[in-house]
Protein backbone atom coordinates (compact mmCIF):
# COMPACT_ATOMS: atom_id res chain seq x y z
CA UNK A 1 0.00 0.00 0.00
CA UNK A 2 1.11 3.59 -1.20
CA UNK A 3 2.02 5.83 2.00
CA UNK A 4 0.21 9.52 1.35
CA UNK A 5 3.95 11.30 1.15
CA UNK A 6 4.28 8.53 -2.21
CA UNK A 7 0.96 9.46 -3.30
CA UNK A 8 1.66 13.18 -3.13
CA UNK A 9 4.70 12.42 -4.90
CA UNK A 10 3.60 10.26 -7.99
CA UNK A 11 0.69 13.03 -7.92
CA UNK A 12 2.64 15.58 -8.85
CA UNK A 13 5.39 13.27 -11.17
CA UNK A 14 2.00 12.41 -13.15
CA UNK A 15 0.77 15.94 -13.13
CA UNK A 16 4.14 17.58 -14.84
CA UNK A 17 4.23 14.43 -17.29
CA UNK A 18 1.21 14.80 -18.56
CA UNK A 19 1.55 18.50 -18.68
CA UNK A 20 4.54 19.29 -20.28
CA UNK A 21 7.06 16.63 -22.00
CA UNK A 22 7.99 14.93 -18.59
CA UNK A 23 10.01 16.14 -15.65
CA UNK A 24 12.53 13.11 -15.45
CA UNK A 25 13.28 14.58 -18.95
CA UNK A 26 14.82 11.08 -19.94
CA UNK A 27 18.10 11.76 -19.24
CA UNK A 28 20.05 8.89 -19.35
CA UNK A 29 23.93 9.69 -18.87
CA UNK A 30 26.52 8.63 -21.22
CA UNK A 31 28.51 5.53 -21.21
CA UNK A 32 31.12 5.91 -23.94
CA UNK A 33 33.76 8.39 -25.06
CA UNK A 34 33.82 9.22 -28.29
CA UNK A 35 36.00 8.61 -31.26
CA UNK A 36 35.72 10.90 -34.77
CA UNK A 37 35.74 9.88 -38.50
CA UNK A 38 35.57 12.65 -41.01
CA UNK A 39 35.55 13.39 -44.49
CA UNK A 40 34.81 9.85 -45.68
CA UNK A 41 34.07 9.64 -49.26
CA UNK A 42 31.25 7.11 -49.39
CA UNK A 43 30.32 6.25 -53.17
CA UNK A 44 26.85 5.68 -54.00
CA UNK A 45 26.04 3.34 -56.90
CA UNK A 46 26.84 5.80 -60.00
CA UNK A 47 30.33 6.23 -58.10
CA UNK A 48 29.95 10.31 -57.00
CA UNK A 49 31.04 9.80 -53.63
CA UNK A 50 29.54 11.82 -50.54
CA UNK A 51 31.48 13.41 -47.62
CA UNK A 52 30.57 11.27 -44.29
CA UNK A 53 31.08 11.71 -41.01
CA UNK A 54 31.31 8.94 -38.45
CA UNK A 55 30.77 9.34 -34.64
CA UNK A 56 31.80 5.91 -32.51
CA UNK A 57 31.67 4.45 -29.21
CA UNK A 58 34.77 4.58 -27.78
CA UNK A 59 37.40 3.08 -25.11
CA UNK A 60 40.09 5.73 -24.46
CA UNK A 61 41.72 6.08 -27.96
CA UNK A 62 39.87 2.96 -29.89
CA UNK A 63 36.42 2.00 -31.05
CA UNK A 64 34.66 0.36 -28.36
CA UNK A 65 33.81 -3.38 -28.56
CA UNK A 66 30.83 -4.75 -30.28
CA UNK A 67 28.47 -3.69 -32.82
CA UNK A 68 25.73 -1.25 -32.24
CA UNK A 69 22.68 0.95 -34.32
CA UNK A 70 23.30 3.90 -36.26
CA UNK A 71 21.56 7.27 -36.07
CA UNK A 72 21.53 8.45 -39.57
CA UNK A 73 21.59 12.29 -41.11
CA UNK A 74 21.40 13.05 -44.35
CA UNK A 75 21.61 17.38 -44.68
CA UNK A 76 22.21 19.91 -47.63
CA UNK A 77 23.19 22.12 -44.47
CA UNK A 78 26.93 21.28 -44.33
CA UNK A 79 27.42 17.57 -41.82
CA UNK A 80 29.98 19.87 -39.76
CA UNK A 81 27.03 21.26 -37.76
CA UNK A 82 25.97 17.57 -36.81
CA UNK A 83 29.08 17.19 -33.96
CA UNK A 84 26.58 17.81 -30.84
CA UNK A 85 24.43 14.95 -31.93
CA UNK A 86 27.19 12.42 -32.78
CA UNK A 87 28.76 13.32 -29.99
CA UNK A 88 25.76 12.59 -27.75
CA UNK A 89 24.18 9.71 -29.47
CA UNK A 90 28.20 7.60 -29.97
CA UNK A 91 27.94 8.21 -25.99
CA UNK A 92 25.30 6.48 -25.30
CA UNK A 93 25.85 3.34 -27.32
CA UNK A 94 24.94 4.25 -30.99
CA UNK A 95 27.24 4.98 -34.43
CA UNK A 96 26.36 8.50 -35.66
CA UNK A 97 26.34 9.05 -38.95
CA UNK A 98 26.39 12.68 -40.94
CA UNK A 99 26.53 13.48 -44.56
CA UNK A 100 26.38 15.73 -46.49
CA UNK A 101 23.51 15.45 -49.86
CA UNK A 102 24.86 15.20 -53.54
CA UNK A 103 26.25 18.42 -54.63
CA UNK A 104 26.07 20.03 -51.21
CA UNK A 105 29.59 21.27 -49.10
CA UNK A 106 31.81 18.61 -48.94
CA UNK A 107 30.08 15.72 -51.33
CA UNK A 108 30.33 15.54 -55.47
CA UNK A 109 27.68 15.26 -57.93
CA UNK A 110 25.28 17.71 -58.85
CA UNK A 111 22.30 18.88 -56.31
CA UNK A 112 18.99 18.15 -57.30
CA UNK A 113 15.91 19.12 -54.83
CA UNK A 114 15.34 16.10 -53.01
CA UNK A 115 15.23 13.61 -56.05
CA UNK A 116 18.82 11.78 -55.65
CA UNK A 117 17.86 11.24 -51.56
CA UNK A 118 15.96 8.27 -51.62
CA UNK A 119 18.44 5.98 -53.65
CA UNK A 120 21.31 8.11 -51.79
CA UNK A 121 19.97 7.05 -48.52
CA UNK A 122 19.43 3.40 -49.80
CA UNK A 123 23.36 3.24 -50.84
CA UNK A 124 24.53 5.02 -47.49
CA UNK A 125 22.18 2.27 -45.52
CA UNK A 126 23.90 -0.25 -47.50
CA UNK A 127 27.93 1.11 -46.36
CA UNK A 128 26.38 1.33 -42.68
CA UNK A 129 25.62 -2.26 -42.71
CA UNK A 130 29.00 -3.15 -44.25
CA UNK A 131 30.99 -1.44 -41.41
CA UNK A 132 31.95 -3.87 -38.58
CA UNK A 133 30.62 -1.37 -35.88
CA UNK A 134 26.89 -1.58 -37.56
CA UNK A 135 24.48 -4.07 -36.37
CA UNK A 136 21.94 -3.27 -39.15
CA UNK A 137 19.67 -1.00 -37.71
CA UNK A 138 19.26 2.35 -38.29
CA UNK A 139 17.07 4.97 -37.18
CA UNK A 140 16.91 8.81 -38.41
CA UNK A 141 17.41 12.08 -37.46
CA UNK A 142 16.18 15.64 -39.16
CA UNK A 143 14.38 18.50 -39.27
CA UNK A 144 12.94 20.18 -42.87
CA UNK A 145 15.14 19.30 -45.72
CA UNK A 146 16.77 16.81 -43.43
CA UNK A 147 13.28 15.52 -42.31
CA UNK A 148 12.40 14.96 -46.18
CA UNK A 149 15.85 12.75 -46.43
CA UNK A 150 14.11 10.44 -44.30
CA UNK A 151 10.67 10.52 -46.10
CA UNK A 152 12.79 9.60 -48.65
CA UNK A 153 14.63 6.61 -47.94
CA UNK A 154 11.62 4.96 -46.19
CA UNK A 155 9.55 5.57 -49.35
CA UNK A 156 12.72 3.94 -51.12
CA UNK A 157 12.73 0.69 -48.46
CA UNK A 158 16.17 1.72 -47.62
CA UNK A 159 17.61 -1.25 -45.86
CA UNK A 160 18.30 -1.68 -42.47
CA UNK A 161 15.72 1.36 -41.85
CA UNK A 162 14.25 0.59 -38.54
CA UNK A 163 12.81 3.61 -37.60
CA UNK A 164 12.42 7.61 -38.48
CA UNK A 165 11.30 11.04 -36.68
CA UNK A 166 10.63 12.97 -39.16
CA UNK A 167 10.55 17.04 -38.02
CA UNK A 168 8.15 19.46 -40.23
CA UNK A 169 9.78 17.49 -42.98
CA UNK A 170 9.35 17.90 -46.42
CA UNK A 171 6.69 15.96 -48.29
CA UNK A 172 3.93 16.13 -50.65
CA UNK A 173 5.36 19.26 -52.11
CA UNK A 174 2.58 19.80 -54.76
CA UNK A 175 -0.34 20.04 -52.25
CA UNK A 176 0.16 22.24 -49.54
CA UNK A 177 4.01 22.42 -49.88
CA UNK A 178 5.66 24.29 -52.37
CA UNK A 179 2.75 24.74 -54.45
CA UNK A 180 -0.64 25.05 -52.30
CA UNK A 181 -3.33 24.79 -54.57
CA UNK A 182 -1.24 25.68 -57.66
CA UNK A 183 -0.01 29.11 -55.89
CA UNK A 184 3.73 28.46 -55.15
CA UNK A 185 5.21 29.40 -52.05
CA UNK A 186 7.62 31.74 -51.96
CA UNK A 187 9.74 30.29 -48.82
CA UNK A 188 11.35 27.86 -51.58
CA UNK A 189 12.40 31.31 -53.38
CA UNK A 190 13.77 32.47 -50.93
CA UNK A 191 16.03 29.25 -49.90
CA UNK A 192 17.27 29.39 -53.36
CA UNK A 193 18.63 32.59 -53.16
CA UNK A 194 20.36 31.92 -50.08
CA UNK A 195 21.60 28.72 -50.53
CA UNK A 196 23.38 28.94 -54.15
CA UNK A 197 25.97 30.45 -52.62
CA UNK A 198 25.99 28.26 -49.64
CA UNK A 199 27.80 25.33 -49.86
CA UNK A 200 27.20 24.82 -53.78
CA UNK A 201 29.49 23.77 -56.34
CA UNK A 202 29.13 27.06 -57.73
CA UNK A 203 30.29 28.57 -54.27
CA UNK A 204 33.54 27.15 -54.55
CA UNK A 205 34.75 30.28 -56.64
CA UNK A 206 35.18 33.04 -53.87
CA UNK A 207 34.37 35.03 -57.08
CA UNK A 208 31.35 33.37 -57.72
CA UNK A 209 30.10 32.95 -54.33
CA UNK A 210 30.94 36.39 -53.48
CA UNK A 211 28.40 37.52 -56.65
CA UNK A 212 25.78 34.99 -55.30
CA UNK A 213 26.15 36.19 -51.52
CA UNK A 214 25.32 39.82 -52.75
CA UNK A 215 22.42 38.81 -54.93
CA UNK A 216 20.91 37.27 -51.61
CA UNK A 217 22.05 40.51 -49.69
CA UNK A 218 19.85 42.28 -52.23
CA UNK A 219 17.13 39.87 -52.40
CA UNK A 220 14.20 41.87 -50.85
CA UNK A 221 14.53 43.94 -54.52
CA UNK A 222 14.66 40.73 -56.43
CA UNK A 223 11.43 39.36 -54.76
CA UNK A 224 10.01 42.99 -56.20
CA UNK A 225 10.78 42.08 -59.61
CA UNK A 226 9.52 38.42 -60.45
CA UNK A 227 9.10 36.56 -62.22
CA UNK A 228 12.46 34.97 -62.44
CA UNK A 229 13.57 34.56 -66.18
CA UNK A 230 16.62 32.04 -67.11
CA UNK A 231 19.65 33.93 -67.08
CA UNK A 232 18.52 37.27 -65.93
CA UNK A 233 19.68 37.57 -62.53
CA UNK A 234 22.94 36.09 -60.76
CA UNK A 235 21.24 32.73 -59.96
CA UNK A 236 22.69 31.66 -63.35
CA UNK A 237 26.06 31.79 -62.03
CA UNK A 238 24.50 28.52 -60.15
CA UNK A 239 22.60 26.73 -62.76
CA UNK A 240 21.04 23.32 -60.88
CA UNK A 241 19.35 25.89 -58.61
CA UNK A 242 18.30 28.19 -60.95
CA UNK A 243 17.16 25.35 -63.49
CA UNK A 244 15.46 24.23 -60.50
CA UNK A 245 13.72 27.27 -59.24
CA UNK A 246 12.44 28.21 -62.45
CA UNK A 247 10.78 25.00 -63.14
CA UNK A 248 9.35 24.52 -59.54
CA UNK A 249 7.89 28.41 -59.78
CA UNK A 250 6.35 27.11 -63.52
CA UNK A 251 4.88 24.15 -62.53
CA UNK A 252 1.70 24.70 -60.90
CA UNK A 253 -0.19 21.57 -61.42
CA UNK A 254 0.27 18.90 -58.25
CA UNK A 255 1.58 16.25 -61.04
CA UNK A 256 4.85 13.73 -61.41
CA UNK A 257 6.96 17.21 -61.47
CA UNK A 258 6.61 16.61 -58.06
CA UNK A 259 6.21 12.57 -57.18
CA UNK A 260 9.19 12.90 -55.04
CA UNK A 261 8.10 12.83 -51.20
CA UNK A 262 4.87 12.71 -52.40
CA UNK A 263 3.81 10.31 -49.64
CA UNK A 264 -0.23 10.96 -49.83
CA UNK A 265 0.06 9.52 -53.57
CA UNK A 266 1.60 5.79 -52.35
CA UNK A 267 1.29 5.79 -48.35
CA UNK A 268 1.57 1.71 -48.56
CA UNK A 269 5.59 2.76 -50.59
CA UNK A 270 5.92 3.70 -47.47
CA UNK A 271 8.54 1.41 -45.34
CA UNK A 272 6.19 -0.38 -42.43
CA UNK A 273 8.75 1.04 -39.42
CA UNK A 274 7.72 3.02 -36.14
CA UNK A 275 7.47 6.55 -37.34
CA UNK A 276 7.37 9.56 -35.02
CA UNK A 277 6.07 12.60 -37.12
CA UNK A 278 6.46 16.49 -35.91
CA UNK A 279 5.37 19.41 -36.74
CA UNK A 280 3.74 22.65 -35.51
CA UNK A 281 0.31 24.59 -35.78
CA UNK A 282 2.42 27.19 -37.68
CA UNK A 283 5.06 25.20 -39.30
CA UNK A 284 5.18 25.50 -42.83
CA UNK A 285 4.75 21.90 -43.56
CA UNK A 286 1.80 21.55 -40.48
CA UNK A 287 -0.61 20.23 -43.63
CA UNK A 288 1.79 17.30 -44.52
CA UNK A 289 2.63 16.56 -40.94
CA UNK A 290 -1.18 15.96 -39.73
CA UNK A 291 -1.88 14.54 -43.49
CA UNK A 292 0.97 11.95 -43.40
CA UNK A 293 0.00 11.08 -40.06
CA UNK A 294 -3.69 10.41 -41.40
CA UNK A 295 -2.12 8.39 -44.75
CA UNK A 296 0.12 6.01 -43.48
CA UNK A 297 -1.80 5.23 -40.25
CA UNK A 298 -4.22 3.34 -42.22
CA UNK A 299 -1.03 2.19 -44.81
CA UNK A 300 1.48 0.34 -42.29
CA UNK A 301 1.12 -1.35 -39.37
CA UNK A 302 4.15 1.56 -37.68
CA UNK A 303 3.05 2.41 -35.34
CA UNK A 304 2.98 6.50 -36.32
CA UNK A 305 3.16 8.49 -33.48
CA UNK A 306 2.39 12.62 -34.12
CA UNK A 307 2.86 15.37 -31.62
CA UNK A 308 1.79 18.89 -32.82
CA UNK A 309 2.82 21.87 -30.91
CA UNK A 310 2.21 25.61 -30.97
CA UNK A 311 5.47 26.43 -32.73
CA UNK A 312 7.09 27.78 -35.88
CA UNK A 313 9.84 26.31 -38.21
CA UNK A 314 12.35 23.95 -36.60
CA UNK A 315 11.78 25.97 -33.11
CA UNK A 316 10.01 22.95 -30.88
CA UNK A 317 12.10 23.91 -28.09
CA UNK A 318 11.04 27.56 -28.03
CA UNK A 319 7.53 28.17 -26.18
CA UNK A 320 7.18 32.17 -27.73
CA UNK A 321 6.69 32.79 -31.21
CA UNK A 322 6.17 36.10 -33.21
CA UNK A 323 4.11 38.21 -30.87
CA UNK A 324 2.68 35.51 -28.48
CA UNK A 325 3.41 33.54 -25.79
CA UNK A 326 2.62 29.85 -25.22
CA UNK A 327 3.74 29.15 -21.64
CA UNK A 328 6.70 27.30 -20.73
CA UNK A 329 5.50 23.58 -21.25
CA UNK A 330 4.67 24.37 -24.79
CA UNK A 331 8.49 23.45 -25.47
CA UNK A 332 10.64 20.93 -25.36
CA UNK A 333 13.53 21.53 -23.59
CA UNK A 334 15.68 18.86 -24.86
CA UNK A 335 15.35 17.57 -28.53
CA UNK A 336 18.06 14.83 -28.09
CA UNK A 337 16.65 13.39 -25.21
CA UNK A 338 13.42 12.39 -26.04
CA UNK A 339 14.28 11.00 -28.86
CA UNK A 340 16.96 8.88 -27.41
CA UNK A 341 14.06 7.09 -25.59
CA UNK A 342 12.27 6.64 -28.88
CA UNK A 343 15.43 5.07 -30.49
CA UNK A 344 16.37 3.27 -27.34
CA UNK A 345 12.93 1.11 -27.36
CA UNK A 346 12.72 0.63 -31.37
CA UNK A 347 16.47 -0.08 -31.61
CA UNK A 348 17.94 -1.78 -28.76
CA UNK A 349 14.55 -3.35 -27.44
CA UNK A 350 14.37 -1.34 -23.88
CA UNK A 351 11.36 -1.07 -22.08
CA UNK A 352 10.99 2.11 -21.23
CA UNK A 353 8.53 5.51 -21.73
CA UNK A 354 7.37 4.45 -24.86
CA UNK A 355 3.78 3.84 -25.04
CA UNK A 356 3.75 4.40 -21.04
CA UNK A 357 4.08 8.19 -20.78
CA UNK A 358 4.17 11.70 -21.92
CA UNK A 359 5.36 12.21 -25.28
CA UNK A 360 5.13 8.52 -25.97
CA UNK A 361 1.78 7.91 -23.89
CA UNK A 362 -0.84 7.94 -26.77
CA UNK A 363 -0.68 7.96 -30.58
CA UNK A 364 -1.39 11.78 -30.91
CA UNK A 365 0.04 14.46 -29.15
CA UNK A 366 -1.40 18.31 -28.99
CA UNK A 367 -0.71 21.65 -27.66
CA UNK A 368 -4.36 23.06 -27.42
CA UNK A 369 -3.74 26.83 -27.57
CA UNK A 370 -5.84 29.50 -26.08
CA UNK A 371 -6.53 29.14 -22.95
CA UNK A 372 -4.00 31.83 -20.79
CA UNK A 373 -5.50 34.98 -19.54
CA UNK A 374 -4.74 37.37 -22.65
CA UNK A 375 -2.26 39.85 -20.69
CA UNK A 376 1.23 41.26 -21.32
CA UNK A 377 3.75 39.48 -20.81
CA UNK A 378 6.72 40.75 -18.98
CA UNK A 379 8.05 40.45 -22.42
CA UNK A 380 5.44 42.35 -23.94
CA UNK A 381 3.96 39.54 -25.61
CA UNK A 382 0.12 38.44 -25.51
CA UNK A 383 -0.26 35.52 -23.08
CA UNK A 384 -2.52 33.21 -25.26
CA UNK A 385 -1.06 30.15 -23.38
CA UNK A 386 -2.22 26.10 -23.79
CA UNK A 387 -1.69 23.28 -22.48
CA UNK A 388 -1.11 19.67 -23.58
CA UNK A 389 -3.66 17.01 -24.50
CA UNK A 390 -3.23 13.00 -25.33
CA UNK A 391 -5.36 11.71 -28.16
CA UNK A 392 -6.09 8.39 -29.70
CA UNK A 393 -6.59 9.88 -33.48
CA UNK A 394 -6.51 12.80 -35.78
CA UNK A 395 -9.00 13.54 -36.56
CA UNK A 396 -10.54 13.82 -32.84
CA UNK A 397 -13.50 11.22 -33.53
CA UNK A 398 -15.90 13.63 -31.53
CA UNK A 399 -15.29 16.69 -34.06
CA UNK A 400 -18.33 18.50 -34.81
CA UNK A 401 -18.14 19.91 -38.35
CA UNK A 402 -19.61 23.30 -38.24
CA UNK A 403 -20.18 25.48 -40.99
CA UNK A 404 -20.02 29.50 -40.15
CA UNK A 405 -21.71 31.25 -43.22
CA UNK A 406 -20.05 34.08 -44.82
CA UNK A 407 -23.17 36.85 -45.10
CA UNK A 408 -23.67 40.15 -45.62
CA UNK A 409 -22.65 43.11 -43.73
CA UNK A 410 -19.42 41.14 -43.07
CA UNK A 411 -21.69 38.66 -39.81
CA UNK A 412 -20.02 35.31 -39.87
CA UNK A 413 -22.63 33.24 -38.13
CA UNK A 414 -23.67 29.39 -38.21
CA UNK A 415 -27.15 30.49 -39.17
CA UNK A 416 -27.49 30.25 -43.07
CA UNK A 417 -27.68 32.83 -45.57
CA UNK A 418 -30.82 34.15 -46.54
CA UNK A 419 -32.39 33.53 -49.94
CA UNK A 420 -31.81 36.05 -52.48
CA UNK A 421 -28.67 37.18 -54.15
CA UNK A 422 -26.09 38.92 -52.31
CA UNK A 423 -22.46 39.53 -52.83
CA UNK A 424 -19.98 41.74 -52.09
CA UNK A 425 -16.99 42.84 -54.36
CA UNK A 426 -13.32 44.35 -54.54
CA UNK A 427 -11.01 45.17 -56.73
CA UNK A 428 -7.20 42.89 -56.44
CA UNK A 429 -3.93 44.90 -57.75
CA UNK A 430 -1.08 43.06 -58.69
CA UNK A 431 1.08 45.61 -57.23
CA UNK A 432 -0.31 46.36 -54.47
CA UNK A 433 -0.90 43.00 -52.61
CA UNK A 434 -2.08 42.16 -49.22
CA UNK A 435 1.16 42.25 -47.08
CA UNK A 436 2.10 38.92 -45.03
CA UNK A 437 1.89 39.55 -41.31
CA UNK A 438 3.14 35.97 -39.78
CA UNK A 439 1.65 32.55 -40.41
CA UNK A 440 3.01 29.03 -41.38
CA UNK A 441 6.16 30.15 -43.19
CA UNK A 442 9.77 28.44 -43.18
CA UNK A 443 12.78 30.27 -44.14
CA UNK A 444 11.61 33.62 -43.47
CA UNK A 445 14.92 35.02 -43.23
CA UNK A 446 14.14 38.83 -43.42
CA UNK A 447 11.54 38.63 -45.72
CA UNK A 448 8.43 37.09 -43.90
CA UNK A 449 8.10 36.88 -39.90
CA UNK A 450 7.10 33.20 -38.44
CA UNK A 451 4.49 32.31 -36.22
CA UNK A 452 1.72 34.31 -34.37
CA UNK A 453 1.48 38.35 -34.74
CA UNK A 454 -1.41 40.97 -34.60
CA UNK A 455 -2.74 41.87 -37.80
CA UNK A 456 -1.36 45.04 -37.87
CA UNK A 457 1.25 46.45 -39.60
CA UNK A 458 4.78 47.66 -37.83
CA UNK A 459 8.84 47.67 -37.94
CA UNK A 460 9.00 43.94 -38.34
CA UNK A 461 7.61 43.86 -41.82
CA UNK A 462 9.68 45.58 -45.15
CA UNK A 463 5.91 45.97 -46.90
CA UNK A 464 4.06 46.81 -44.30
CA UNK A 465 5.33 49.04 -41.53
CA UNK A 466 2.96 51.29 -40.13
CA UNK A 467 0.93 50.24 -37.12
CA UNK A 468 -2.25 50.34 -39.39
CA UNK A 469 -4.36 46.98 -39.10
CA UNK A 470 -4.68 45.07 -42.16
CA UNK A 471 -8.69 44.95 -41.66
CA UNK A 472 -7.98 48.56 -43.04
CA UNK A 473 -7.87 47.77 -46.53
CA UNK A 474 -10.40 47.98 -49.04
CA UNK A 475 -9.14 44.58 -50.77
CA UNK A 476 -10.12 42.47 -47.44
CA UNK A 477 -13.04 41.28 -46.61
CA UNK A 478 -13.72 40.74 -43.06
CA UNK A 479 -16.22 38.66 -41.74
CA UNK A 480 -16.28 38.08 -38.04
CA UNK A 481 -18.83 36.45 -35.40
CA UNK A 482 -20.77 38.41 -32.64
CA UNK A 483 -18.44 38.15 -29.36
CA UNK A 484 -18.72 34.43 -27.80
CA UNK A 485 -20.85 33.86 -24.90
CA UNK A 486 -18.48 30.84 -24.52
CA UNK A 487 -15.47 29.19 -24.88
CA UNK A 488 -15.27 27.42 -28.33
CA UNK A 489 -12.81 24.56 -29.11
CA UNK A 490 -11.72 24.41 -32.74
CA UNK A 491 -9.10 21.27 -33.24
CA UNK A 492 -8.79 19.94 -36.51
CA UNK A 493 -8.25 20.42 -40.75
CA UNK A 494 -10.39 23.50 -41.76
CA UNK A 495 -11.36 24.50 -44.99
CA UNK A 496 -13.36 27.47 -46.35
CA UNK A 497 -15.88 26.72 -49.11
CA UNK A 498 -15.75 30.06 -51.19
CA UNK A 499 -18.59 30.50 -54.05
CA UNK A 500 -16.30 33.72 -56.14
CA UNK A 501 -16.40 35.31 -59.05
CA UNK A 502 -13.52 37.07 -60.91
CA UNK A 503 -13.34 39.60 -64.11
CA UNK A 504 -10.00 38.08 -64.88
CA UNK A 505 -9.46 34.59 -66.57
CA UNK A 506 -7.73 33.63 -63.66
CA UNK A 507 -6.95 34.97 -59.81
CA UNK A 508 -6.51 33.53 -56.32
CA UNK A 509 -8.71 34.08 -53.24
CA UNK A 510 -7.07 33.52 -49.74
CA UNK A 511 -8.71 32.87 -46.61
CA UNK A 512 -7.45 33.72 -43.09
CA UNK A 513 -8.73 32.55 -39.85
CA UNK A 514 -8.44 35.10 -36.20
CA UNK A 515 -8.91 35.15 -32.97
CA UNK A 516 -10.14 38.57 -32.25
CA UNK A 517 -9.02 39.23 -28.76
CA UNK A 518 -11.52 42.32 -26.96
CA UNK A 519 -9.34 45.64 -26.10
CA UNK A 520 -8.21 45.19 -22.53
CA UNK A 521 -5.83 47.69 -20.76
CA UNK A 522 -3.07 45.40 -21.85
CA UNK A 523 -3.65 45.12 -25.24
CA UNK A 524 -6.36 48.93 -25.76
CA UNK A 525 -6.32 47.85 -29.36
CA UNK A 526 -7.61 44.40 -28.95
CA UNK A 527 -5.19 42.21 -30.40
CA UNK A 528 -6.09 39.93 -34.11
CA UNK A 529 -4.34 36.48 -33.38
CA UNK A 530 -3.88 35.11 -36.60
CA UNK A 531 -4.61 31.01 -36.22
CA UNK A 532 -4.30 29.83 -39.49
CA UNK A 533 -4.53 30.76 -43.60
CA UNK A 534 -4.88 29.04 -46.85
CA UNK A 535 -5.41 29.81 -50.92
CA UNK A 536 -6.57 29.07 -54.11
CA UNK A 537 -5.55 29.78 -57.65
CA UNK A 538 -8.35 29.96 -59.73
CA UNK A 539 -7.13 27.64 -62.51
CA UNK A 540 -7.09 25.03 -60.71
CA UNK A 541 -10.01 25.02 -58.68
CA UNK A 542 -11.50 22.30 -60.33
CA UNK A 543 -8.63 20.23 -60.47
CA UNK A 544 -5.42 20.43 -58.85
CA UNK A 545 -3.49 19.24 -61.77
CA UNK A 546 -5.06 20.85 -64.76
CA UNK A 547 -5.50 24.08 -65.76
CA UNK A 548 -9.00 25.47 -66.64
CA UNK A 549 -9.16 29.27 -66.67
CA UNK A 550 -12.30 30.43 -65.30
CA UNK A 551 -15.31 32.22 -67.33
CA UNK A 552 -15.11 35.84 -66.27
CA UNK A 553 -18.14 36.91 -64.02
CA UNK A 554 -18.93 33.33 -63.91
CA UNK A 555 -19.12 32.26 -60.50
CA UNK A 556 -17.06 28.82 -58.98
CA UNK A 557 -17.32 27.53 -55.39
CA UNK A 558 -13.44 27.10 -54.40
CA UNK A 559 -11.68 24.94 -51.79
CA UNK A 560 -9.63 26.71 -49.72
CA UNK A 561 -7.46 24.78 -47.29
CA UNK A 562 -6.28 26.13 -44.40
CA UNK A 563 -3.85 24.64 -41.84
CA UNK A 564 -4.58 22.30 -39.11
CA UNK A 565 -5.10 24.29 -35.58
CA UNK A 566 -5.77 23.29 -32.15
CA UNK A 567 -6.95 26.64 -30.29
CA UNK A 568 -9.55 27.92 -27.80
CA UNK A 569 -11.51 30.94 -28.67
CA UNK A 570 -12.36 32.28 -25.32
CA UNK A 571 -16.10 33.60 -24.40
CA UNK A 572 -15.84 37.53 -25.32
CA UNK A 573 -13.56 37.06 -28.09
CA UNK A 574 -14.72 36.71 -31.61
CA UNK A 575 -13.94 34.37 -34.41
CA UNK A 576 -12.90 36.48 -37.82
CA UNK A 577 -12.32 34.86 -41.26
CA UNK A 578 -10.71 37.46 -43.97
CA UNK A 579 -11.03 36.60 -47.80
CA UNK A 580 -8.89 38.50 -49.88
CA UNK A 581 -6.82 37.44 -53.30
CA UNK A 582 -3.27 38.03 -52.20
CA UNK A 583 -1.00 37.22 -49.31
CA UNK A 584 2.70 38.20 -50.41
CA UNK A 585 5.48 37.43 -49.73
CA UNK A 586 3.49 34.48 -48.79
CA UNK A 587 2.44 33.52 -52.23
CA UNK A 588 3.38 34.63 -55.22
CA UNK A 589 1.07 36.98 -56.97
CA UNK A 590 -1.31 36.26 -59.10
CA UNK A 591 -1.06 38.69 -62.50
CA UNK A 592 -4.61 38.17 -63.19
CA UNK A 593 -3.59 37.54 -66.84
CA UNK A 594 -3.95 34.32 -67.00
CA UNK A 595 -0.40 34.03 -68.62
CA UNK A 596 1.61 31.27 -68.01
CA UNK A 597 3.01 30.60 -64.80
CA UNK A 598 6.39 32.62 -63.68
CA UNK A 599 6.03 34.13 -67.43
CA UNK A 600 3.61 36.78 -67.13
CA UNK A 601 4.67 40.09 -68.38
CA UNK A 602 1.66 42.14 -67.42
CA UNK A 603 -0.66 42.75 -64.29
CA UNK A 604 -4.00 43.40 -64.38
CA UNK A 605 -6.57 44.85 -61.78
CA UNK A 606 -9.37 42.20 -61.46
CA UNK A 607 -12.54 42.75 -59.96
CA UNK A 608 -13.07 39.72 -57.42
CA UNK A 609 -17.05 39.24 -55.93
CA UNK A 610 -17.39 36.72 -52.94
CA UNK A 611 -21.12 35.52 -53.08
CA UNK A 612 -22.73 34.87 -49.97
CA UNK A 613 -26.68 33.37 -50.56
CA UNK A 614 -29.00 30.53 -49.94
CA UNK A 615 -27.83 29.39 -53.46
CA UNK A 616 -23.89 30.32 -52.79
CA UNK A 617 -23.40 29.25 -49.30
CA UNK A 618 -19.59 30.45 -48.53
CA UNK A 619 -18.40 29.27 -45.40
CA UNK A 620 -15.54 27.97 -43.17
CA UNK A 621 -15.95 24.62 -41.90
CA UNK A 622 -14.45 24.31 -38.32
CA UNK A 623 -14.08 21.44 -36.50
CA UNK A 624 -15.71 22.02 -33.29
CA UNK A 625 -14.50 19.99 -29.81
CA UNK A 626 -17.70 19.62 -27.96
CA UNK A 627 -17.10 21.31 -23.97
CA UNK A 628 -17.24 19.12 -21.27
CA UNK A 629 -20.94 19.29 -20.61
CA UNK A 630 -21.91 17.94 -23.99
CA UNK A 631 -18.39 15.18 -24.31
CA UNK A 632 -19.56 11.96 -25.09
CA UNK A 633 -17.23 9.47 -22.08
CA UNK A 634 -14.31 9.00 -22.48
CA UNK A 635 -12.81 5.18 -23.62
CA UNK A 636 -11.41 3.42 -20.48
Known amino acids: ?24 AFCRAPEFGVLTQTNIMVPMRDGVRLATDVYLPGKGDAAAEGKFPTILTRTPYNKNGSAGPGRYFAA ?46 IGTLGTSYVGGTQHAMALDNAPGLATVI ?39 DPATGSALAEMATNRLEYLRLLPLRQGATPLRLAPEFEEWLIGAMGHGADDGFWAQNNILAQPARYKDIPVYLVGGWYDSWGGNTTANFMALNKAIKGPVFLIMGPWIHGEQDKSQHGQVAFGKEAAIPDALAWRLEWYDHWLKGIDNAVGRAAPFARRVRIFVMGTGDGRRTETGLLNHGGSWRDEDEWPLARTRPTPFYLRPGGDLSTAAPDAGSDSTSFQFDPRDPVPTLGGNISSGDGIMQQGAWDQ ?10 KPIPLSARNDILVFRTEPLEKDLEVTGEIEVRLWAASSAPDTDFTAK ?29 ECPSEERPMEPGRAHEFTIRLYPTSNVFKRGHRIRVDISSSNFPRFDVNPNTGEPLNNHRRTAIATNTVLHDADHPSRIILPVIPGPETRPPSRP
Not at 96 to 124: L, N, P
Request: glycine share 12%; charged share 20%.
Open 92 to 137: RGYAFVAQDTRGRFGSEGVWHWMTDDGRDGCDCAEWIARQPWSDGK
Open 166 to 204: PVDAVSNMGRQGMRNAGAFELRFWNWIMLNAGRGSRAAQ
Open 513 to 541: LIDVYPASPDFPGGFDLNIGDGIARARFR
Open 456 to 465: RGGPAFWNWP
Open 1 to 24: MRTPARRIILFILASLTSSGLAPR
